[in-house]
């Protein structure tokens, strides 16, 4: 693996960022495959352990009348957004609101 120029990935948070900010076209011929663990989560902090779990998403599925969902996709489309990033964001501003 090369390694030049690059530093050890030392949390999934630092992985986490450097993918957030990639843009995988323009390095795609940078990459190369790997057979051994990139990160050891025998050598992470606890903390970060409970971070990931935390992070885990869960799919949950709703019904809603179709004119319902007519009129999320029109918000969505004025704001740019997928129908489904929008509704995230309601409900976790209402989590925010009765918690």
Do not use: C, Y
């Not at 390694?3 to 990639?22: C, K, N, V």
């Not at 704001?79 to 990033?85: R, S």
Request: aromatic share 4%.
């Amino acid at each position: 693996m090369n390694t030049e120029g690059s530093s050890p990935i030392d949390s999934i948070q630092s992985l986490a960022e450097f993918w957030g900010i990639q843009n995988l076209p323009r390095i795609e011929d940078e990459l190369e495959s790997v057979t051994e663990p990139v990160l050891d989560e025998k050598n992470l902090d606890q903390n970060v352990l409970d971070q990931r779990v935390l992070d885990q998403k869960v799919l949950v599925q709703i019904h809603l009348q179709s004119t319902a969902v007519e009129s999320i996709h029109q918000i969505a489309q004025s704001q740019g957004v997928q129908d489904t990033d929008l509704i995230q964001e309601w409900v976790l501003e209402r989590i925010d609101q009765e918690l």
